[in-house]
């Protein structure tokens, strides 16, 4: 069974600063990866996707991900935060040919002015 | 596209209480998803559906709940006998099948969700 692992329940940064939210993957095949952001009380919004194209992904919003494939890892940056950043991450695996998302526990970001 | 959209967007209830809730999938996709998430948590997967037909539940999907999707379109997850541990917040969401020029089937765009206390 695939699983996701997001190191760091919360983050803090100040704006202006680099963010760095980091996961990792166990899976015996390279799944497809996701990062979803999620503001209080809504759905969630994807930000990018990785489906076996280009290793680094650029997303919306500024933030872009890049697939290490012998770290089974796909961590999520951003060189410059900003205040409506502020909200909670989930990265996620989906196998190819599969149907659901399995997603990792989550990370709060939170911005400092 | 008006996106994926459910109702109610908040439901408390008293415990032995039956709810209903409603997702209104984007009207070309033929695949519809729910997930539950708990505070602090990342979703987790309940069930499927292609088109009208529901393909695969997880085992989290008790005998109390059950989910619907009559006519291919909107889809319906009920919940009897509520208890407090079914407080959370239910997510749908949907994908087209990644026929043609559809988009791909692994990319799900999810609703506003439900929030339900259970008190």
């Known amino acids: 069974a695939q699983s996701v692992t997001q190191l760091g329940s919360h983050v803090s940064v100040s704006e202006g600063a680099l963010v760095l939210l980091r996961c990792n993957y166990s899976?015996?095949?390279?799944?497809?990866l996701f990062w979803y952001v999620q503001y209080p009380n809504q759905g969630l919004q994807l930000l990018l996707k990785y489906t076996s194209a280009a290793t680094l992904v650029k997303g919306i919003n500024g933030f872009e991900a890049e697939f290490k494939k012998s770290e089974t890892s796909f961590h999520l940056t951003k060189p410059s935060a900003h205040m409506s950043d502020a909200a909670e991450y989930f990265c996620?695996?989906?196998?190819?040919?599969?149907?659901?998302?399995?997603f990792g526990g989550g990370t709060r970001v939170l911005v400092k002015p | 596209d008006t996106g994926v959209s459910q109702d109610p967007r908040h439901k408390i209830t008293k415990r032995g209480q039956n709810v209903t809730f409603r997702c209104d999938p984007i009207?070309?996709?033929?695949?519809l998803y729910w997930y539950r998430q708990t505070l602090g948590q990342g979703p987790e997967f309940l069930t499927y559906f292609q088109n009208e037909a529901q393909l695969e539940k997880s085992r989290l999907l008790s005998d109390r709940f059950s989910a619907e999707r009559p006519k291919g379109s909107f889809s319906t997850l009920e919940i009897q006998r509520t208890e407090q541990g079914d407080s959370a917040m239910y997510l749908c969401?949907?994908?087209?099948?990644?026929?043609?020029?559809?988009?791909?089937?692994?990319?799900?765009?999810f609703g506003p969700g439900t929030r339900l206390t259970v008190t």
């Open positions: 969401a949907s994908s087209p099948t990644g026929q043609g020029t559809s988009g791909s089937p692994y990319e799900q765009y």
């Open positions: 996620a695996v989906i196998q190819a040919a599969g149907n659901k998302l399995t």
């Open positions: 009207s070309e996709h033929n695949r």
């Open positions: 899976s015996s095949v390279p799944p497809y």
